[in-house]
């Protein structure tokens, strides 16, 4: 019995070194990310009917070609196996179940479209298919962003607004997408 319990010490020790050696591991590689990639802006989405429940995320990254990426990622139950349709609004105001965000965001004075085509808005994120739990991500590069005070890029303080239909990239000039069903407002990170 005690050479048992001796045992099951030793493997106990060992585990903690096991863990902690991966603990330091993932901290590094964490860090090693960060400096090419860093975050400088967040949005949580929320449903505009009730803003306790949290549908989805999206977060901006600095790079080092002076790019930004967005990851955005959604976990919408409610609207698993369909399509929401995501741009970017005029306005970081949620409020009156997300109409207060206004039309869509626009400095480029272009037409609505489809992401990369000839004429879009800098925000036309578009279509993104939920499966069944209502998962999807969807990841963006562009130069059209920027979080510079002043500059007409800056997307910091613009709504983001999640459609509960299907964006055409035609009608104009909001690919009559549906109603509004989620938003969120783009926060600098500090
Ligand atoms: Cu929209
Ligand atoms: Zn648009």
């Known amino acids: 019995m005690m050479v048992n319990l001796f045992y ?17 591991a993932t901290i590094a590689f964490l860090s090693a990310c960060t400096k090419t990639n860093k ?12 803003n306790t429940k949290t549908i989805g995320t999206a977060k901006f990254y600095e790079l080092s070609d002076g790019k930004i990426r967005m990851d955005i990622e959604m976990n919408f139950a409610a609207r698993a196996d369909s399509n929401v349709a995501v741009h970017f609004h005029e306005h970081g105001d949620c409020g009156n179940m997300g109409e ?50 002043g500059d007409v890029k800056n997307i910091i303080g613009r709504g ?12 104009q ?3 009559n997408s549906g109603p509004r069903v989620g938003c969120g407002v783009i926060e600098a990170v500090k």
């Open 8 to 24: 099951i010490k030793l493997n106990f020790i060992d585990m903690k070194n096991i863990f902690l050696g991966l603990a330091i």
């Open 39 to 50: 975050e400088i802006a967040q949005a949580t989405l929320t449903e505009t009917a009730d």
């Open 100 to 149: 207060n965000t206004h039309g869509h965001w626009n400095p480029t004075k272009e037409a609505h479209g489809k992401w990369g085509s000839a004429a879009y808005h800098s925000g036309d994120i578009g279509n993104i298919m939920l499966d069944s739990k209502g998962h999807a991500t969807l990841s963006v590069t562009t130069d059209r962003w920027s979080v510079k005070d």
């Open 160 to 171: 983001i607004i999640v459609h509960g239909g299907t964006d055409d990239y035609t009608t």
């Open 173 to 175: 000039p909001t690919g």
